[in-house]
T-cell receptor, first 112, second 113 residues
Framework: NAGVTQTPKFQVLKTGQSMTLQCAQD?????MSWYRQDPGMGLRLIHY???????DQGEVPNGYNVSRSTTEDFPLRLLSAAPSQTSVYFC???????????FGQGTRLTVV | AQSVTQPDIHITVSEGASLELRCNYS??????LFWYVQSPGQGLQLLLK??????LVQGIKGFEAEFKRSQSSFNLRKPSVHWSDAAEYFC???????????FGAGTRLTVKP
């Protein structure tokens, strides 16, 4: 029962570097999303997808790209890392936006 | 756009005492409401959800929540708190106009022995 798998769990980047956070789910969920969690701000939606080939922006999309070529995978790309992107990132999937979301374990990203 | 407010950043209760965590939402129609719990270093787990029907919903781990439309609230309750309930709790509302889910800032629960 893998559920939602995020890699890596920890990452340190230098300012200006790019990287991809991986997210995969094995529940055949159509809806997938990326959140960042910052102290005192809860979870803020970065990007989401309602199915393969369809993505849209959330509340805080700047500096991030996503793609959804398959139902299973939803990678998040940081184009040019900035210290403001230091955060914990969570990927989630659900059958639809109105049903229970299953979360990955998170990726703790530090940008120096 | 929908929004969620959790007025209490941090709550401390004694083990065995009752608990109520507050959640207020802003939403133009009948909302879908959720409570999630996050243990340290972990992802979020669903405690309970409200879509329609009975306004008192039961969840896992002995939690319940009551939807009060007149007060735009969805408070989480537990009659007797256990030390293992120490965690961060998030209220969420959706879907929004962008087909998204909005989370509150969270309430951190500390349980005293």
């Amino acid at each position: 029962n893998a559920g939602v798998t995020q890699t890596p769990k920890f990452q340190v980047l230098k300012t200006g570097q790019s990287m991809t956070l991986q997210c995969a789910q094995d529940m055949n969920h159509e809806y997938m999303s990326w959140y960042r969690q910052d102290p005192g701000m809860g979870l803020r939606l970065i990007h989401y997808s309602v199915g393969a080939g369809i993505t849209d922006q959330g509340e805080v999309p700047n500096g991030y790209n996503v793609s959804r070529s398959t139902t299973e995978d939803f990678p998040l790309r940081l184009l040019s890392a900035a210290p403001s992107q230091t955060s914990v990132y969570f990927c989630a999937s659900s059958f639809s936006v109105n049903t229970e979301a299953f979360f990955g374990q998170g990726t703790r990203l530090t940008v120096v | 756009a929908q929004s969620v407010t959790q007025p209490d950043i941090h709550i401390t209760v004694s083990e065995g005492a009752s608990l109520e965590l507050r959640c207020n939402y802003s939403y133009g129609a009948t909302p879908y409401l959720f409570w999630y719990v996050q243990s340290p270093g972990q992802g979020l787990q669903l405690l309970l959800k409200y879509f329609s029907g009975d306004t008192l919903v039961q969840g896992i781990k002995g939690f319940e929540a009551e939807f009060k439309r007149s007060q735009s609230s969805f408070n989480l309750r537990k009659p007797s708190v256990h030390w293992s309930d120490a965690a961060e709790y998030f209220c969420a509302v959706g879907p929004g106009g962008n087909n998204d889910m909005r989370f509150g800032a969270g309430t951190r629960l500390t349980v005293k022995p």
